[in-house]
T-cell receptor
């Protein structure tokens, strides 16, 4: 039972490049979330989904897009990466978290 | 508005001491959930406990215990006989339905250092 799987675990991007972070869950949860974690700021919600085919903005959505084409997958996209998006990204399925993705934008 | 406050930014204790991490929350909902997570140096977020607003019984799990008091809007976490492996950042979180969907609000975390 994998729970919540995030890929990749680490990534370095150049400013302006794009990438997609994948989150997969096998717990049949409706709710899924993307957060970013920055030093001293706890976790901040980027986008979330309440079910297949739905997405909604969280606290800090600018510069990110998401898709939930299948219930088990929730994708987070950066269309044109900026240094301000250097962070650790966590996906959650309900209240279970993935192991995180450390992204550096140079 | 929902809010979670962890006023203790960092705590240092000597091994075998007891330590309590404070969490104060704000919500207008009568139904909500409270959580504690541990984030060790390796970086993952480890779920410790979920408590719903209708269950005010204290909970104990090994060396961990939680004190939920609705009257003071607090959900404090105590580690008894702390160990070096308890060194981590601990997050308290609140989930309610205020905005018409379940979202999770996190505190800024308390860094616990247990010294040998």
């Amino acid at each position: 039972n994998a729970g919540v799987t995030q890929t990749p675990k680490f990534r370095v991007l150049k400013t302006g490049q794009s990438m997609t972070l994948l989150c997969a869950q096998d717990m049949n949860h409706e709710y899924m979330y993307w957060y970013r974690q920055d030093p001293g700021m706890g976790l901040r919600l980027i986008h979330y989904s309440v079910g297949e085919g739905t997405t909604a903005k969280g606290e800090v959505p600018d510069g990110y897009n998401v898709s939930r084409l299948k219930k088990q997958n929730f994708l987070l996209g950066l269309e044109s990466a900026a240094p301000s998006q250097t962070s650790v990204y966590f996906c959650a399925s309900s209240y279970t978290f993935g192991s995180g993705t450390r992204l550096t934008v140079v | 508005a929902q809010k979670v406050t962890q006023a203790q930014t960092e705590i240092s204790v000597v091994e075998k001491e007891d330590v309590t991490l404070d969490c104060v929350y704000e919500t207008r909902d009568t139904t909500y959930y409270l959580f504690w997570y541990k984030q060790p140096p390796s970086g993952e977020l480890v779920f410790l406990i979920r408590r719903n607003s209708f269950d005010e019984q204290n909970e104990i799990s090994g060396r961990y215990s939680w004190n939920f008091q609705k009257s003071t809007s607090s959900f404090n976490f105590t580690i008894t006989a702390s160990q070096v492996v308890d060194s981590a950042v601990y997050f308290c979180a609140l989930s309610d339905y205020t905005s018409g969907t379940y979202k999770y609000i996190f505190g800024t975390g308390t860094r616990l250092k247990v010294l040998a």
